[in-house]
């Protein structure tokens, strides 16, 4: 029996679990176990939408894999021990593997300033989105500080703008928001930001986050009820903890055909996996990361043939940005993610966002049936990955 365990039932993992067990379903010696905080799946795409009080469908992961043969467990992994190709579980399971698939994510870099930890709020899970939605509900009135100026901190201020009309919204961060965007897309979604009452403060670095304000290099500060960290992310220390060879993120460092450099019988993917294609280390999105759970299950189905897996090659298509329900920006990019003069915006971007963000759960469905579909699924990217 092949015992194929797949850590992380996101985006990455369930292209993964879904593409695997299409391609494995003739083969009565394929095992597939897929492990999970939760039974539901978190939209991590829409995780702003939850932190603003908006609710989600109740997308349920036994539901879908309900007759793949797949098995599902719901549990944290507390520890991998990749030489005895050992899992633990909630400290209290032990599931033995031949092939694993690490497709456990990444968190919002908690650790680059103090004080992040114990005063501002994240949004690495749909629990965090909520207990944020809460307090948010509850604020009267006030101050709440989006920190980060990236795409992600972007969604997330205009989405709080435009559903909390009476509170006054803060983005400060490093870089102008749309920063990678052309100039006209970057005025737009300036313009949005604008409409929906959202102050920008840019070209500045956090410092420390305090209990009521952000404090800044150079000694100013912004006063803040409410502090939202969404700068920087890094992968949890649990790959590091297993020996695997991990990059100064935490993110596994993989071959071309997406095994650790130092254990290839795991593979990584999606935003735990450090991936390198020759315009340089892909960044985690979920545009990328589905498209390296395919590929993983492809590699392994090859494996399980006696074939030998294939490079994978990826080239960004865009950058889909919400600014709250009824706008948002859509940046059409090269294969390096430099952006094309091409981008969408207003009712057109509207629908193309909601389009993308909808793309997930109905894709899971295609690749177990359709599983050789998915290969074709994505751009290659040319001669910028050739
Ligand atoms: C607000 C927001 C907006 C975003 N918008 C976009 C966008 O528009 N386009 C885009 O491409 N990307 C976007 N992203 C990024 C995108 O969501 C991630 O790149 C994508 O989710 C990565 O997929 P993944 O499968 O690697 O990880 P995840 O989707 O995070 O899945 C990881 C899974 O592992 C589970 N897990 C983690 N640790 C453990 C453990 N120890 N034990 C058990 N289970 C565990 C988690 O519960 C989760 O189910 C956005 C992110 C955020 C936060």
Redesign the pocket.
């Given at each position: 029996m092949n015992r194929i365990v797949i850590?992380?039932?996101?985006?990455?993992?369930l292209a993964a679990a879904t593409s695997l067990a299409g391609r494995t379903r003739r083969r009565s010696d394929v095992r597939i176990t897929v492990?999970?905080?939760?039974e539901r799946f978190?939209e991590?795409?829409r995780?702003?939408q939850t932190a603003s009080g908006q609710r989600l469908a109740d997308l349920r992961i036994p539901d879908l894999l309900a007759g793949t043969g797949v098995e599902f467990v719901r549990?944290?992994?507390t520890g991998v021990d990749a030489a005895a190709r050992r899992v633990r579980i909630d400290d209290e399971r032990v599931l033995e593997y031949d092939r694993l698939v690490y497709?456990?994510?990444?968190v919002a870099d908690t650790a680059a300033v103090p004080g992040v930890d114990e005063n501002a709020y994240t949004?690495d899970?749909a629990h965090d989105a909520d207990l944020l939605a809460r307090r948010l509900a509850g604020l009267g009135g006030g101050t709440v500080v989006v920190c980060g100026s990236g795409l992600?901190g972007v969604?997330?201020a205009a989405e709080i703008a435009e559903r909390h009309p009476g509170l006054d919204v803060v983005l400060v961060g490093r870089q102008e928001p749309g920063a990678t965007m052309t100039p006209g897309a970057r005025a737009h979604l300036r313009r949005a930001l604008a409409r929906l009452g959202v102050r920008v403060v840019s070209g500045v670095e956090v410092v420390k986050v305090l209990p009521e304000s952000v404090e800044l290099a150079g000694g100013d500060s912004v006063p803040a009820d409410v502090v939202l960290w969404t700068s920087g992310v890094r992968v949890?220390p649990?790959a590091a903890a297993a020996g695997l060879a991990v990059d100064e993120r935490g993110r596994i460092v993989t071959d071309p055909t997406l095994r650790s450099v130092s254990h290839p019988q795991v593979y990584a993917?999606?935003?735990?996996a450090a991936v390198r294609q020759r315009y340089g280390v892909m960044h985690?999105?979920?545009?990328s990361?589905m498209p390296t759970g395919v590929h993983a299950a492809l590699s392994i189905a090859r494996e399980l043939d006696g074939r030998q897996p294939r490079p994978f090659r990826f080239g960004y298509l865009h950058a889909?940005?919400s600014l709250g329900r009824r706008d948002a920006v859509i940046q059409f990019t090269h294969p390096d993610d430099s952006p094309k003069r091409l981008y969408l915006t207003g009712r057109a971007a509207v629908w193309y966002k909601e389009t993308?963000?909808s793309s997930g759960w109905p894709s899971f469905r295609r690749l177990q049936r359709y599983p050789a579909v998915g290969s074709f699924a994505w751009r290659r990217g040319g001669r910028y990955t050739r």
């Open positions: 850590l992380g039932a996101g985006y990455a993992g492990v999970n905080a939760d978190t991590r795409l995780l702003h549990g944290w992994v497709a456990l994510g990444a949004l899970s992600t969604e997330c949890p649990l993917i999606g935003d735990a985690g999105t979920c545009q990361g889909p940005v993308v963000s």
